[in-house]
């Protein structure tokens, strides 16, 4: 696995466009269902998606191959969602790094019907998506990365750039919310 | 049965999924689960939101992966073409510092003589040698500006 990272370091380094073809292919599910857990709109997901590529191709060289490179890839995608935020003006940084002690995250623009609702199956939609979207998306992101991604604990306080205490705090929320919140509708 | 064992128990329903239990607590837990019928139901709705949110299924954008790599092969094609310049203007910038070192003593006598012929203090005539040094930064500082902020137009043109 560690050769494999410093392989693909190296492959970065070097902008092998065979290897980026490659990485956009394999990562294209998990980086555009991250994002669009993340906007909450598919078009913007779309932008940000390839604006995701474009970086990667252009900061290729600073990915060391020490982590895995979802982790760094994610991470890229947040850092661009964060900064679009902060052009547009729609919320106070501190809202942005610390959520747990103002109101929590939420880079979907409120007014927009979420992504469940757009690309799930009207089936799918009645319970799952109406639950989920009772979900603040600060501990959607986590639980996304946690438990669709498969991400370590170290690695999602990579991602979020955030302490391990404040990742678990907000697993541990974000679970309880989940639940919460499937039971809400399922009842 | 005590309170204090069921939030316990709920405490550690999370945990096991989250950062995972030792196996005394795994075999605690289990135990518990087996004589409490309510804690047993908050560690199978967990199961169950965890399988629901794991199965949700996003489909994607068609020919996302294509747009996308095109776009990115475009932009290593400009990189690309930029890439020489730049070198050049690395050596550039390196050979103009290496003729100022090697220059160095001429360059400071002539400022010294126009000091002295224009009736210049000392102060400033320095001041101007200095300055003299810094030309070949400020100049590759400008045009790495400079092109930085095309490269920002392009980006949002193509945007």
């Not at chain 1, 939420?106 to 009207?122: C, D, G, I, Y």
Request: net charge neutral; proline share 4%; hydrophobic share 45%.
């Amino acid at each position: 696995m560690a050769d494999d990272n410093k392989a693909l370091a190296q492959g970065l380094k070097r902008r092998d466009p065979d290897l980026l073809d490659q990485l956009i292919e394999q990562y294209q599910y998990r980086l555009f269902r991250y994002l669009l857990y993340l906007t909450s709109s598919r078009e913007r997901a779309e932008d940000f998606f390839q604006e995701t590529w474009i970086r990667v191709l252009e900061r290729g060289h600073q990915y060391d191959g020490k982590y895995k490179f979802e982790a760094w890839l994610f991470r890229i995608a947040r850092n661009l969602v964060i900064d679009w935020q902060r052009q547009k003006k729609m919320q106070s940084l501190d809202a942005l790094t610390d959520p747990e002690e103002g109101a929590p995250m939420e880079f979907a623009a409120q007014n927009q019907p979420s992504p469940l609702h757009l690309v799930l199956t009207a089936e799918e939609k009645i319970g799952v998506h109406a639950s989920l979207d009772r979900i603040p998306t600060v501990y959607r992101e986590v639980l996304v990365l946690r438990f669709q991604e498969e991400l370590g604990l170290e690695e999602i306080a990579g991602v979020l750039a955030a302490p391990l205490s404040t990742v678990k705090s907000r697993l541990y929320r974000g679970l309880e919310a989940l639940r919460g919140a499937m039971q809400g509708g399922a009842a | 049965m005590n309170e204090n064992l069921h939030t316990r128990a709920e405490r550690l329903i999370a945990q096991e999924r989250i950062e995972g239990i030792t196996k005394s607590e795994g075999d605690w837990l289990a135990a518990h689960l087996r004589e409490c019928a309510a804690c047993a139901q908050v560690a199978q709705q967990t199961s169950d939101a965890l399988r629901t949110l794991r199965g949700l299924p996003v489909p994607l954008p068609r020919g996302l992966a294509a747009r996308t790599q095109f776009r990115v092969q475009l932009r290593a094609q400009v990189m690309r073409e930029r890439e020489p310049k730049r070198r050049l203007l690395w050596i550039m910038c390196a050979m103009s510092w290496a003729l100022g070192i090697a220059t160095a003593p001429y360059v400071w006598r002539a400022f010294e003589w126009a000091g002295e012929r224009l009736g210049m203090p000392r102060l400033i005539w320095e001041m101007g040698f200095g300055l003299w040094w810094t030309i070949p930064a400020l100049v590759a500082a400008a045009i790495v500006l400079l092109e930085s902020v095309r490269l920002a137009n392009e980006n949002d043109q193509a945007r």
